[in-house]
């Protein structure tokens, strides 16, 4: 079956624009998480959502939201990006929730100038 | 505060070497610990998946050992080869936190 599919898998903004990336996981699987990847701060989470309601979250600014479609796709928003948004974002989803294995897509390469 | 460390941050062995990796947690108990792999430039692949009340598990050449004693993790490949290369992440997870990777080369 398809694996997870992350659009756009690159993008380039300017700083205070805003930006929305997409998430379709694998069919039948209902949790989907974000993940902001950095070389100097790692992996870090961001949200999980579950049937379209956000159901952890980490410590990120409110700037940082998301949203889960009753189709189980996932849409992550940031406005008023900063230099220090530039990331890979991840997607990752699992049937029931992170204590089951996650498959990752290949991300969403943001650069902010 | 709860942190999550991966022994080193690049690890060179040679062909055919056993591969061992350390994650050590501290200030939390995970149930469960995950081990993934990543290639440059694409997202985490899953390896395996280990249950606090279990010691240790195994898949093909890949070995992981759970110590909650310890809050440790070892994760090893034996039979080493130039495609193992990659970064391996750990995640002791009940809030869905990574390790920062150790970089693994295998050199012909």
């Known amino acids: 079956k398809a694996g997870v599919t992350q659009t756009p898998r690159y993008l380039i903004k300017t700083r205070g624009q805003q930006v929305t990336l997409s998430c379709s996981p694998i069919s039948g699987h209902r949790s989907v998480s974000w993940y902001q990847q950095t070389p100097g701060q790692g992996l870090q989470f961001l949200f999980e959502?579950?049937?379209?309601?956000?159901?952890n979250k980490g410590n990120f600014p409110g700037r940082f939201s998301g949203r889960q479609f009753s189709n189980s796709r996932s849409e992550m928003n940031v406005s008023t990006l900063e230099l220090g948004d530039s990331a890979l974002y991840l997607c990752?989803?699992?049937?029931?929730?992170?204590?089951?294995?996650?498959?990752f897509g290949d991300g969403t390469r943001l650069s902010i100038l | 505060s709860q942190k999550i460390e991966q022994n080193s941050e690049a690890l060179n062995i040679q062909e055919g070497k056993t591969a061992t990796l350390t994650c050590n947690y501290t200030?939390?108990?995970?149930?469960?610990l995950q081990w993934y792999r990543q290639d440059p430039g694409r997202g985490p692949v899953f390896l395996l998946l280990i249950r606090e009340n279990e010691k240790e598990k195994r898949k093909e050449r890949l070995k992981v050992t759970f110590d909650t004693t310890l809050k440790q993790s070892l994760f090893h490949i034996t039979a080493s080869q130039p495609a193992d290369s990659a970064t391996y992440l750990c995640a002791p997870s009940n809030d869905m936190r990574f390790g920062a990777g150790t970089r693994l080369t295998v050199k012909p």
């Open positions: 990752a989803s699992s049937f029931d929730g992170p204590n089951q294995p996650q498959h």
């Open positions: 959502y579950f049937s379209e309601t956000q159901r």
């Open positions: 200030n939390y108990s995970p149930a469960y």
